[in-house]
């Protein structure tokens, strides 16, 4: 079996975090909900290449996507250039990391208006702790590894999501352990970014050298 990886094209909350960041704001000041987001025209074009890049290759038997709408139009326009069948499956289990109260906060908004749960990821470590009404990593992982266990023997599945989840399909898929993942995590997962695995064998990871 082999399993191809897409994370989303740039979205408008890329953009957001990257200038509220910038401005040292608390938070990002969106007005949608994480799974309204949507691409920017420099993410459509991003899921273009994505296309042009898996366009000559066999065509996936299998198309599975987040249903986060950045996550959806990445899928749909990459399908669409490279002339492969539009017929896509949405799984929920492939949704990004729900961050609870930590939504929409930046890693200052988040030390100053959460103090004693900054204090306590500190402690659990990033791996572990849960934000209020949000998600572990281990949370993600559990539900990733339902997912995987429905997926088909042979084939060429094609998933598109979110950087979290990719990281936790490599914890998952190479076994790897809390100290490792959390290493690999520091790496940032590139928007349009590619991973591949072929028989459980990581052929490709974060690779966007495709992208101009």
């Not at 920017?40 to 290449?49: K, N, Y």
């Not at 990459?78 to 930046?106: K, M, S, V, Y």
């Amino acid at each position: 079996m082999e399993l191809t990886l897409i994370r989303h094209g740039q979205s408008t909350g890329n953009v957001a975090r990257e200038a509220a960041i910038l401005a040292g704001a608390d938070a990002l000041g969106l007005g949608e909900r994480d799974s309204d987001i949507p691409l920017t025209p420099l993410g459509e074009r991003q899921a273009a290449a994505v296309g042009g890049y898996l366009a000559g290759r066999p065509p996936p038997t299998l198309v599975l996507s987040s249903p986060y709408v950045r996550a959806l139009e990445t899928a749909r326009i990459a399908l669409a250039t490279a002339g492969f069948p539009p017929d896509l499956r949405i799984d929920e289990r492939l949704r990004d990391r729900d961050l609870g109260a930590f939504a929409g906060l930046t890693p200052s908004g988040i030390r100053l208006g959460h103090p004693e749960e900054h204090a306590r990821q500190a402690f659990l470590g990033k791996f572990y702790h849960r934000p209020p009404g949000g998600e572990s990593w281990t949370d993600v992982a559990l539900r990733l590894r339902s997912l995987l266990a429905e997926l088909p023997s042979d084939g060429r599945v094609l998933i598109a999501t979110h950087d979290a989840v990719i990281v936790l399909f490599r914890y998952i898929v190479e076994g790897l352990t809390e100290a490792e993942v959390m290493e690999i995590e520091k790496e940032t997962i590139g928007n349009a970014s590619v991973s591949h695995w072929r028989e459980g064998t990581r052929v490709l990871y974060n690779d966007a050298s495709f992208l101009d």
